[in-house]
């Protein structure tokens, strides 16, 4: 299935395990920090303290808080720093990796930064262990974003940014759009999100309107309708699934109840076996697959979580972990995005069985690639029209702005994708010349390119009743928003239209939009999309905590 990559990262291990003294050698010794020199292990900070952490925390403020977050909770591929690899280094390794940086994974070189600096935010960093919510109260990071880029001239056709973006706009991108790698530079612009200002409210075509259905949720990311009409959701910091049920007159839930507790970032949700009478709930944590007992009405599990199988997970990289069954109801599908943004897997075991659609029977026995090379698939969903599995990608990072497209495209079983050593078709990742060139022409050309680091997450077919009938079949699907590109794109819910086909024709259509005000602060970022039987949409929104929902009124 997966001719290239998993038989030259088999032949690399099988390779080192022949030689059991060299295994022992690779395997024993405590990873380096980015692989730093031991010099640099050996350096000791000379500006420590509690003063020279706080002017730390100003450096990280103004140069890294717009990549790392706020509170260096990191996003996505961008890792947090209050925990893990960074508060095992040692201060003189990190001191390192700053000065370096690592322009293949987005990070940039803090070289022309004063050597004081650079120690002062290392014994900021240090500091930060175990907090949460380090920069709570923090001024609005002074990100590379500066209202200068607001001001710029408006992008090219049929690239966009947040500006032009308006419910109802077809764009399409073609592979003869596509940018040379490094046209521009890599950006750090990461969200800023603020409160909704009270008169700001989410854009949708003429005839739609939309409802602010529930309020405080805590980081609501995956949302599935139950056979039953119920929404799960998925909340993904909390560990936890809850169940909203109904919608009123006024569009408000009509009870709400938490499922289950205690699971690990949990993102996919499905039923099974398919059809009206499920028997049970899978989830899907960041590294496993579990599944409870459930029947239809269920408000809580009425049984412990059962392991159904694990998924690859080391705690870096994206976490998202979609399941879906296939119409036979035979396979689950797992999607599993990459640990890094470009890391070759032939020399980084860690990515084995990564950036890949993952294949089970329902009990999880059987794994195998059903689909690879494919950086960060999110969002899976059968098409009914055709039965084949579809996904929602996003697109790896640090060539530019536009580049490289997140997708939403059919999948091939067996299909090559690209990653990391090709990108949309045979184009060369520059990171990696000359590289598995047998490959090129294997290389899919995904159905539907979207806008470059848009970050497309959950997607659904619509299925409703409500909708006009040009609707029907169409695709729906959230893009959480950008941080890779110099003015923001995304934060918004697209329409793919397949005009009744079934197929896609590469257009797609802003659907929900203003989620981003006129200065460039973020307020909501969508993650999750579904229909509820009653024909709206149903999204949940992970910058400001809620769900909205979208009616069809025709006013
Ligand atoms: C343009 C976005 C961006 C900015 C700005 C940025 N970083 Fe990073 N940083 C990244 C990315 C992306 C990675 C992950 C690289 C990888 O995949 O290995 C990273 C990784 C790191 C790591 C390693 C974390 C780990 O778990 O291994 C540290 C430490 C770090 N950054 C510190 C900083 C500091 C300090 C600043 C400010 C001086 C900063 N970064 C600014 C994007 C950024």
New binding site residues.
Partial sequence: MKPAKSASTRVLIASIAAVPALAALLFAQTPR??NAPASAAAMTNPYTGQQNAEAGRT??VQ??A???GQNAQGTG???A?TK???QAAKPGE?FW??TRG?LM????S?KA?PEKERWQ?VTY?KNLKNTQGALEGAPASSG?DASGALNAPPPKPPFTDFRFEKPGTTRKITVADLPAPFATA???NGPRLVPRPANVWPQAPEGFKVQLYAADLENPRLIRTAPNGDFFVAEAGPGRILIFRGITPDGKPKLTSTFATGLNQPFGIAFYPLGPNPQWVYVGNTNAVVRFPYENGDLKARGPAQHIADLPSNGRGHITRDIRFSPDGKTMFASVGSG??VDDPDTHPAEKDRADILAFNPDGSGMHIYAYGIRNPVGLAINPTTGELWCSVNER?ALGDNLVPDYITHVQPGGFYGWPWWYIGGHQDPRHPGTHPELKNKVITPDVLLQPHNASLEMTFYTGKQFPAEYDGDIFASEHGS??KAIRAGYEVIRVPLHQTGHATGEYEDFVTGFVLPDGNVWGRPVGVTVAPDGSLLVTDDGSNSIWRVAYTGK
Wanted: hydrophobic letters at 50%; aromatic letters at 14%.
């Fill in positions: 920090f980015h450096v990280f140069k890294c717009a990549c790392h591929i961008i890792p720093l893990g690899p960074v990190i990796y700053i690592d994974n987005g990070m940039p803090w930064l935010v960093l590379a890599s950006a750090g890094s943004n990072d941080w890779n």
